[in-house]
């Protein structure tokens, strides 16, 4: 098996647990001990930019690279700088505004350093933060928007889609899904971030706990699933740690002898 350089890890349910404001104190050490030993260690996020800015929880470890968007956005440590940039395509936002005009389908639209929402129902969910705009989505046909974030049932997904040419689901849950462009995702962003490095997916390990997890855990050497992971997730990875309060990160790491 190749010698793993780099270690790609998502946020929310990963290295953050759900209703917690600071990494758990043995992922901290882990991360730390992976650093220490030579391996480049990386975010895999569907936030955007701008989120990772204002959470202090990240701030105990360096990272030495940001996957952003679901993969739409990646930086190593300057978000201004970008070396991988895939946005929505234009005919995509011509087409969904206007079918989105009078109906009652809460979306919020991101771009590089501003999230707005087109109704107050996409926003303060646990997903979209409650102090986000809500704001006349005619906004998208002149601002480059590099995910959508519908709160649509699966029922929803095929009409919803149809009407945003060009572009893809991305789903956590039964409530929720990012809309991407084609050819998006983690796994193309976990892709762009090894290339820009030099190295080879089969060098990466990738942890994750939710469904948009799944194509980045799949394209990863090694891709590990969360202990309190969904279960199609768990399914997809090689295999399952321990949960994410439960030094699940640390004890994946000493399984492959990484720490």
């Not at 946005?87 to 919020?108: F, I, Q, T």
């Not at 699966?154 to 039964?174: I, Q, S």
């Not at 279960?231 to 994946?252: H, L, N, P, Q």
Request: glycine fraction near 10%.
């Amino acid at each position: 098996m190749p010698t793993i350089r780099a270690a790609f890890f998502d946020i929310d349910g990963t290295l953050l647990p759900f209703g917690h404001d600071r990494m758990p104190a043995p992922t901290v050490a882990a991360l730390q001990a992976l650093r220490r030993r030579g391996v480049g260690v990386y975010i895999a996020t569907g936030r955007p930019p701008v989120d990772i800015d204002f959470l202090t929880a990240l701030r105990a470890v360096e990272f030495d690279g940001f996957v952003t968007m679901n993969g739409q956005y990646c930086y190593e440590r300057d978000p201004d700088a970008p070396f991988y940039s895939h946005p929505m395509p234009p005919e995509a936002m011509r087409a969904l505004v206007p079918w989105l005009a009078g109906k009652h389908l809460p979306v919020a639209f991101l771009e590089r350093g501003f999230t707005y929402a087109n109704c107050a129902e996409a926003t303060g969910n646990g997903i979209v933060e409650p102090d986000v705009p809500v704001l006349d989505p005619v906004r998208a046909l002149t601002r480059t928007t590099y995910q959508l974030s519908a709160f649509i049932s699966p029922e929803w997904e095929g009409e919803f889609l149809r009407h945003c040419p060009g572009c893809v689901a991305v789903r956590w849950n039964d409530q929720f899904a990012d809309i991407l462009p084609a050819g998006g995702g983690k796994d193309a962003g976990l892709r762009a971030m090894l290339a820009h490095k030099g190295l080879d997916p089969a060098q990466a390990i990738a942890f994750g706990d939710a469904r948009n997890d799944i194509p980045m855990l799949r394209a990863a050497g090694i891709g590990v699933a969360m202990g309190n992971a969904d279960d199609a997730v768990k399914a997809a990875a090689d295999f399952v740690t321990a949960a994410d309060v439960d030094d699940g990160i640390g004890k994946a790491l000493r399984r492959v002898g990484l720490v």
